[in-house]
């Protein structure tokens, strides 16, 4: 009613939609559903009905019911506001609802995720193709005044009964454990919104800052994150990073306890190749410089059999890699960056490049040491999988292999005090 009210004058179209979760019968459903069309009928306002088996689904992905309503909700939610050409979805919670969470969280074990609640707008909770914001414009307002409302408005709002259940961890808290520490203070709910607005802003605060550990990913369905910056951060900060990566890849943090951030942690100081499969299908796999979480593990894509001819300046694509040359007449301030993506080199030194995959019998000699070697002792001492040594491209020059991608350049082919022209290499997938 509020949006509807506030439609013109913030010039926004409304659109409402209506899930059947198939949970209370026939009878209560239809009930539901005569309630909705109603409502949007008075409100002339399209009405969007969706159903979903959620005790089937349940069953089928191994969840409880209450999991498998909400992923079937914010599925069906998802579609429908994607066919509507809607940017946003608005859900009904309120500071009642808000102090529940907290209190659920807290029951059950948290950290300061946790405590923050709920937010007024958030990324969509569930995996979806679809860009949608997630808003709660009643998170300011109480349920009894939203009651109030309906009440001055002529609607009945239809109850669900599952509210009332005994069996529910939620319905305990609102019909147990709020009215028992209302005893100790009549304002409860307002405290514990405070709690979660102060978690809130702490909670802004930490991810920023952990965000710094995150890389572009490189493909969809994946999270990277940088193994130097990680193990620089502060542990809670570590903790942060390796959450805000599992929100990144799926929505949020259900299931992910603390045991298996550690693990994660413990693993980006481990051996690269080093594997982890964590709830709800997430693979942890760690390489040399990162640790990429995926929602599933797939194999490197190959290079070309083929080498192809790198001109300067450039742009070539080769397999999945596109890799950029330029000639620079003056010294960047940078020449390596610590994904190993990027290289500066003497131009001078590299004549006639071309990029191609590893050849048995590569010899290359890494920046730092006098002698060449064997490019598959080198990735051996690198820790470099052996799934991958296939999928980085070589930049060979007249004399042997100037840069490995995402490893380090050539002694021979290295910027020095002589150097009057730098070319600079960047590879990216």
Known sequence: MVLAALRRSLGFELEAAHFDHQLRGRRAAATEMRFVSSLAERLSIPLHVGAGDVRLHARERKMSVEEAARELRYSFLATTASGANCASVAVGHTTSDQAETVLLHLVRGTGLRGLAGMSPSAAWPVPTEHTLALIRPLLSSSREHTAQCCDALGLAPVDDPSNRSA????????????????????????????????????VALLEQLASTALQRARSAGEVRIERKRLSALPPSIQRHAVRLAVAQLLGDTRNLAERHVRSVIDASVGPAGTHLDLPRGIQVSVT?????????????????????????????????????????????????????????????????????RWR?????????????????????????????????????????????????PAEWAKVTSETTRFLRITGRT
């Open 288 to 356: 040399r410089s990162a640790v990429i979480l995926a929602t599933q593990r797939s194999e490197p894509a190959p290079l070309p059999a083929r080498a192809a001819s790198l001109s300067v300046p450039g742009l070539i694509d080769f397999g999945p890699w596109r890799l950029k040359t330029e000639l620079l007449t003056r010294r960047p301030s940078k020449l390596s960056t610590p994904d190993g993506l990027i290289a500066v080199l003497d131009a001078d030194r590299c004549q006639d490049l071309r990029v191609r």
């Open 167 to 202: 069996t529910q961890t939620r319905s305990r808290i609102r019909h147990e454990l709020i009215p028992l520490l209302s005893s100790f203070n009549p304002r409860i709910e307002e405290a514990l919104v405070r709690l979660a607005s102060s978690a809130s802003d702490d």
């Open 360 to 408: 048995p019998g590569d010899r290359f000699q890494p920046l730092g040491m006098q002698h060449a070697k064997k490019l598959q002792d080198f990735f051996v001492d690198a820790h470099v999988p052996r799934g991958e040594r296939a999928t980085l491209p070589l930049v060979v020059a007249k004399e042997g292999i100037a840069w490995v991608a995402t490893q380090r």
